[in-house]
Structures are given as C-alpha cells and as structure tokens.
Antibody, heavy 120, light 111 residues
C-alpha cells in the first residue's frame, strides 16, 4: 500500500535550519509531484511548495522564498524539505503530501507529520 | 495570496445535512475546477474527501458531495454521523505563481 513516512520530531534554535525527510513506498516515486504543507499549533493548513517528479523544478509559496529548499532522491524514494533561518513562528507540524496529478493539485496521500519546534 | 474564506464553525444533529462554504476569488476558486476538500481529526493527517470540485475518492462515503458556483465552493455532508465531527479544509489551485491556497478551516460539531 502507498505510504509516506516522515522523519522524527526536531527541536531547533532560532536562526538554525531544519531538514525533514519523507520516504515513499508502494508506488512509482518518480511519477508524482510532491508538496509540503505545514500546520502551526491550533491553526489551519498552509501550503509551502511543490517539487516535480524529477526534482528539476520547484515552486515555493512567496512567504518562504529564500528560506525553503525542496529536493528529492529517486534512489531512496525520499523527498526533503529544508527550511533555514528558523524563527518561533515556524513551529509547526510539517506534512509531505502526494499530488495525484499531474497538475490537478489535490493530495491523496499524506505523511504522518513531523513536529518542528523552534525555541531558544 | 490570501487564504480562502471558510466559516470558523458549523454544527448539526445526527442525520441532518450541513454545508460548508469556501469563498475565494476569480484568481483561484473562480478560475479553476481544482478545489479539493480535506477532513482532519485531532492529531491526524488530513484526508482527501473531494477533488476537482465534486469528485469523490474511492472509499469516501457518498454522503459527502462538493459543488461550486462562481468564486465559492461548497462541501455538503448529508446524514450527519458522529464520526464526521472534525475540521474541514478547502483547497484551490491559484495559478502558476501562487500555486495552492487553503481555507482557514471549519470545525464541524455533531450535536
């Protein structure tokens, strides 16, 4: 069955970077776009960005420009989300999500979420 | 890109029907038939309930339906059940530069 398994919780200091992984299984990894979505405590879902099936193209939400990098490794079927210059407002649950597209922009599979806490 | 507008909360009794609205603009909901809806229970990942405005994934009850009129999309849940109590989020494609936008979420309470 399709699974997206994310890396474990992280605690980071302000100004640091965090890299979250999302390992896919049960489907052809190189055929699907992947997205990252985050959810601050008690808040709604916020779209962060998208990476294409080959990893050659990414689009990030404007508010993350310059701080966010998404990559993927076909050899391990893993997608990565790297967020730098962390601040307290980045404390959130981060989800990877598979787009059942292409270009349909809906998410049929989700990872379990990775809690990133930014605190001094 | 501003979030889509949803009511903060809705409620209904078992067996009743409720509708959750999702208002966007002509740059997102109004321009594309790419609205999706997600159900999220506390502490869980979101679950896809509706895609492309009105399509239901395999395994999702036919009590859930979606529609769109102009810049507003809607999710209707008929025959409310206790397990429907959750947060619901709408989501829309917003063009190549803004890509994707979510609604603020609606908390559904089954009385």
């Amino acid at each position: 069955q399709v699974q997206l398994v994310q890396s474990g919780a992280e605690v980071k200091k302000p100004g640091a970077s965090v890299k979250v992984s999302c390992k896919a299984s049960g489907y052809t990894f190189t055929s699907y776009y992947m997205h990252w979505v985050r959810q601050a405590p008690g808040q709604g879902l916020e779209w962060m960005g998208i990476i294409n099936p080959t990893g050659s193209s990414t689009t990030y939400a404007h508010k993350f420009h310059g701080r966010l990098t998404m990559t993927r490794d076909a050899s391990t079927s893993t997608v990565y989300m790297d967020l730098s210059s962390l601040r307290s407002e980045d404390t959130a649950l981060y989800f990877c999500a598979r787009e059942n597209g292409p270009h349909l922009y809906y998410f049929d599979q989700w990872g379990q979420g990775t809690l990133v806490t930014v605190s001094s | 890109q501003s979030a889509l507008t949803q009511p903060a909360s809705v409620s209904g009794s078992p067996g009743q029907s409720i509708t959750i609205s999702c208002t966007g603009t002509s740059s997102d909901v109004g321009s594309y038939n790419l609205v999706s809806w997600y159900q999220q229970h506390p502490g869980k990942a979101p679950k896809l309930m509706i895609y492309e405005g009105s399509k239901r994934p395999s395994g999702v009850s036919n009590r859930f339906s979606g529609s769109k009129s102009g810049n507003t999309a809607s999710l209707t849940i008929s025959g409310l059940q206790a397990e429907d109590e959750a947060d619901y989020y709408c989501c829309s494609y917003a063009g190549s530069h803004s890509s994707v936008v979510f609604g603020g979420g609606t908390k559904l309470t089954v009385l």
